[in-house]
């Protein structure tokens, strides 16, 4: 199951999402989708991916900006997407994905941390235990 929560923090807020090969393959098909029909998209519709129930995230299409952006305190996250970058972003999970590969992580997004460039979105494989991010309900 992929787990991903929104980290916030003053210095270096982030995405934060964790898996193992089948479900970065499946985040990287969820993205070429969207590359074909680009739509809003919740991550609450992928039946392979969970969260606490304070992060929710929308895939958007790219209007001006791209990247992730928290629009209000009570609002989805919005991960503004054009074509082009989320096939370029599923290529990087399948790369993430190999199997010759056991762990590491990407960055899907931004470097720089503030709202107007975005917030960085980090994908893990192998790197944290299997109970991160899982929150007891």
Known sequence: MLRY???PSDYNP???MLGDAE???RLAAALRL???APCDKSFDEFDFAQSDASTRIVIRPAVKQMGMRRPGEDAPLEWLLSADKAREFADQ???LA?????SGSEMLGPDAVNV???IPVKVS???FHDQFLVTEH
């Open 93 to 95: 999970l399948d790369g």
């Open 98 to 102: 190999a199997p010759d590969r056991r």
């Open 23 to 25: 479900d970065l393959r």
């Open 116 to 118: 107007r460039e975005g």
């Open 34 to 36: 969207f590359a074909a």
């Open 14 to 16: 982030m995405v934060l």
């Open 125 to 127: 494989r192998g790197e």
């Open 5 to 7: 929560s929104y980290l």
